[in-house]
């Protein structure tokens, strides 16, 4: 079974933009790949002050940039409505400290999240056993302490329901992190998938760098429960998504990117699950971040 899953350039979702600017995949969807993780605009273009959502914050390096499309595309002096987070990890919320506050824009999270945006808890190391290039090997070097936004962090609503996204709900995805969430519409499948699953190899950097479109498990140096991995993205699958945005790679649309989910689901530990590891036969288990709770 090969590693990944090749998905035909015709289903490529249709964008506007260049690799470093934004990409309009929806009249009220765009992203931005934000040096290593992707950002995403929710709300149409001049939606103006508190009008539309970002979801994710990239990483540090990254705010400037997140900052400038979001005036680009919202207006000038135009702050969002709110900030939801698929997950905590440092290439999602980077410039989360700085852009909420300036915005003074609240911060939406899944519970389990919690200790790693208040504080309180660091999330487990990387792992560089699981190989696949040198975004791997470099793991263990990347940070996983966590951010504060805890004046700002609120709750996703236990009914599913997102604030400032009528129409959309948060499914939890566990696996890569405690608390990842993925968003999804109904009314025209739209999937925000996060780390979930994504649409490029990101242990290699060759494959960070020019982004081949394949469908991938999690990343696979920061995931610390396999098995929960698994089953989110059966759940994922049982969606029948038609666009999905994903964490790292680029967006993709059409009918393959489901029968592609399908296939990633039914043969996950095959495809995505790597031959060896420190999180394969010991899932790092931290639901309440006690076991990597800070002094």
Do not use: C
């Not at 490029?200 to 498990?217: I, N, R, V």
Request: glycine share 10%; no cysteine; charged share 20%.
């Amino acid at each position: 079974m090969a590693s990944q899953i090749p998905i035909d350039d015709t289903s490529r979702a249709a964008e506007n933009g260049h690799d470093d600017s934004t990409r309009q995949i929806a009249p009220d969807l765009a992203y931005v790949r934000a040096v290593l993780a992707n950002v995403v605009y929710y709300g149409r273009p001049h939606a103006g002050d508190r009008g539309w959502v970002l979801i994710d914050a990239g990483v540090g390096p990254a705010t400037g940039m997140i900052r400038l499309a979001a005036a680009e595309r919202f207006g000038r002096d135009s702050p969002p409505a709110a900030i939801v987070l698929t997950h905590g990890h440092f290439d999602h919320v980077g410039a989360l400290e700085e852009l909420s506050a300036e915005w003074d824009a609240p911060v939406y999270a899944h519970h389990l999240e919690r200790p790693y945006l208040t504080g309180d808890a660091a999330y487990p190391e990387g792992d560089p056993a699981v190989g696949g290039g040198l975004m791997a090997m470099m793991s263990r070097f990347y940070p996983t302490q966590p951010v504060n936004v805890s004046e700002r962090l609120h709750l996703l609503p236990e009914d599913g329901t997102i604030p400032f996204m009528p129409g959309w709900r948060w499914v939890h995805t566990p696996g890569h992190s405690p608390g990842h969430v993925s968003l999804f519409r109904d009314t025209d499948r739209t999937l925000i998938a996060g780390d979930a699953f994504i649409t490029t190899k990101a242990e290699s950097a060759y494959a960070t760098l020019f982004q081949s479109p394949e469908l991938h498990g999690p990343p696979a140096y920061f995931t610390i429960d396999w098995e929960k991995a698994e089953e989110s993205v059966r759940k994922l699958a049982a969606l029948h998504p038609r666009l999905v945005i994903t964490g790292h790679g680029r967006a993709m649309e059409g009918p393959e990117i489901a029968e592609g989910l399908d296939l990633l689901a039914r043969d996950f530990k095959a495809i995505a699950v790597p031959k060896k590891g420190a999180y394969i036969a010991h899932p790092a288990r931290v639901e309440d971040g006690s076991a990597y709770r800070l002094d």
